[in-house]
């Protein structure tokens, strides 16, 4: 009886620390990808506070700026753009609208985190507005529409013509469900 006991004493504890160590991998994944670059957010996102003025934006004609926009969905979500590439001049401010569906029949809150290709182009790609900006609450079966306001840099490198944002969409557990 008491090993018995002794194992689930063992068992108990190892659960509590498997979900400890569930929610500690949000913060433990953005710090990691802060400190390897990896999946990087734009200097727009890490100060999103900071003010852009657009009196002083200029348009480089000159060249255009091929954006694929791509997504990747964890969770019960349909999530798409509706568009899935455009071409842009530098400094031309522009809206994409992506598609999101809640496929559940459960209030569900996501976050979208954004990543580029090329890499060094997350410096020139800045956004005004965002749904990445911070977590959204989906109601069941709920569609919305969610744009994303942008503006290349005119100082983004002439060697750079294509840049692919993408988005992976994911549901944060615990959060909203089960409402």
Known sequence: MKHNNKIRIKLLVMVLAM????????????????????????????????????????????RKITIELDTNVHGGFKFEPQIRHLDVYPGEIKTVIYTVTNTNNQLITAQAVPSYAPMQASLYFNKLECFCFKQQVFKPNEVRNMPVVFVISPKLPKNISTITLSYTFFSIAGIGQGS
């Open 19 to 62: 979900f400890a160590f569930g929610f500690a991998l949000i913060p433990f994944y953005k710090t990691i990808c802060e400190i390897t670059g990896i999946n990087i957010l734009s200097l727009s996102e890490q100060n999103n506070n900071q003010k852009i003025d657009l009196k002083n934006t200029q348009i480089d004609k000159s």
